[in-house]
């Protein structure tokens, strides 16, 4: 079983910058692809980024491409989402989430879920 707990969220103006975090635990972390998904109001989930288990490799959303970063430190079975030159239609709910397959943007195939982070960017 795994378990996610995010952090790092918060109010930020736009072109700001945060970095939230996504601690892991579970002894099969190392072995679990992650990703970040988000939820604005009144919208459906969607896919942000994801990496594979070594972190070597990565795929991003279009809207947030060249903008955020994910990363991840499995020593300390960690999980990162960088986000800089964010607008206000960066916001919404921030949920890591990991998954025993292949890395995905579909969130059908994540298998588990963090409880969310609130990031909200002012204009």
């Known amino acids: 079983q795994v378990q996610l707990v995010e952090s790092g969220g918060g109010l930020v103006q736009a072109g700001g910058s945060l970095r939230l975090s996504c601690a892991a635990s579970?002894?099969?972390?190392?072995?679990?692809?992650a990703g970040w998904f988000r939820q604005a109001p009144g919208k459906e989930r969607e896919f942000v980024a994801t990496?594979?288990?070594?972190?070597?490799?990565?795929y991003y959303a279009n809207p947030v491409q060249g903008r955020f970063t994910i990363s991840r430190d499995n020593a300390k079975n960690t999980v990162y989402l960088q986000m800089n030159s964010l607008k206000p239609e960066d916001t919404a709910v921030y949920y890591c989430?990991?998954?025993?397959?292949?890395?995905?943007?579909?969130?059908?195939?994540?298998?588990?879920w963090g409880q969310g982070t609130q990031v909200t960017v002012s204009s």
């Open positions: 989430a990991t998954s025993t397959r292949s890395y995905s943007t579909s969130q059908g195939d994540y298998d588990y």
């Open positions: 990496i594979s288990s070594s972190g070597g490799s990565t």
């Open positions: 579970g002894r099969t972390f190392r072995w679990s692809v």
